[in-house]
């Protein structure tokens, strides 16, 4: 568990390619310009393919449909057609290619099939390519291979990243209203390089430090769609280490993902030989409506949440006073995963709408994998995370403590109950 946990604080952890995949590993490095061969696109799309159909808990739940989209969707279908790209592309000219109206490079070519070929299924469950636009060069948690490097920096990166929460400035406000303190976090995001990240860190810790005798706190996350953990882990530690900081996660997980659990301080459960009833028939059998075989169940601490070694060291005393967290429809990942701290352990009164969800993983963060061809990396996480209700978490977010009306606005309502007290 602390081995999982310890991964956290940053968005991704690399994972080596399961030999399963049938393609020898080499630790050479590829040159720069160097392009794919048609047969090393196509071991490497297979090889995505086979880790998403082995460790990805969502495909059931796909095929029923009214969850990634009202239709169900066939993913064998989707897999196969897109495959079908790669097996006969359109030639424009010397290793140029005609795609989806689009003229591109012939590595700019397999990471667009790639990416079309998972984007039915990313509303939810942490499923996506790391395009050009995700290479952050100068951010250690992306633990790049050679390889990696040399293909990402073969590919052209856009004009205006889509990752617009890089803006450290405008993914962290602080402010009063009146005497109260307010903390806008509009994105995790804004940190994707070790420097920025303990720059972004400070800055918050710091106006928590100034402002530690105000009778209350705001946090206003709404818009929030995750990032980097770190940011909130470390940066609102003191305003949000004064409750009981101990609670219990249950996500479903498919066969083949299990041993990653095993031996890591971590219950896993054989759905169809629980005879004790650890699982509540409830969630029992949603798991068992998503295909999935086995649970997992671990619990989280202050110690596995934060660094252990800095509490000790730094010997921070309660917070006394009240924190507010603000949260809507568009908070999801590690921003969920903060609202559900929150919610689990009470150290924040949660106030807005019905969360986007996706967030609070046993595995830390979710899985990144490198394919061996390309060093193209995609994020595949292996877990379905539930709610206490049986409702599955992606899909249904997280409750506020106190909701807000149609056309109401959260912040506006947090106030009152500050003013009323």
Known sequence: ??????????????TAIPSSCGISQNDGTVSVNADLTTEEMLADYDCMWHIIESEWPYLTLAEKGGFFREQPIDWRQV??????????PILFSEGRYAYNGRVLSH??????VCKDSISPF????????????WYFPDFSAFDYSDKSRAFYES????????????????????YHIGD???IKLSSFAMAYSDEVTAEVIKKIDDFCTQNIDSADFIIDIRGNSGGNSAIWQEGLRRILLSKDDDFKRLSGITEDAVPFYEGEGMTVVNLKDDERNVISPQVKERLLEAGLTHAVIGRFDKEMIYNGNLLKEEQIPPYNGNVWLLADGNVCSSAEMLVIFAKETGAATIVGNRTGGDGMALEGTPKINALPNSGLMFVCSR??????????????????DVEVEKDGDALELCLELIKGK
Request: charged share 25%; with cysteine.
């Open 79 to 88: 897999r196969d057609a897109y495959r079908k790209q790669l097996e006969e």
């Open 155 to 174: 590919l052209p990166k856009s004009e205006e990243p889509k990752n617009i929460g890089i803006d450290k400035e405008k993914g962290a406000s602080l």
């Open 122 to 133: 990313s509303s939810a469950g942490h499923l996506f390519v790391l395009d050009a636009d």
């Open 180 to 182: 109260t303190p307010v």
């Open 1 to 14: 568990m602390k081995k999982a946990v310890a991964l956290l604080t940053a968005l991704v952890c690399l």
């Open 107 to 112: 590595n700019e070519f397999f990471v667009a």
């Open 383 to 400: 877990e379905l995370p539930m709610n206490a209700d049986g409702s599955y978490n992606p899909f249904s977010g997280t409750l506020p």
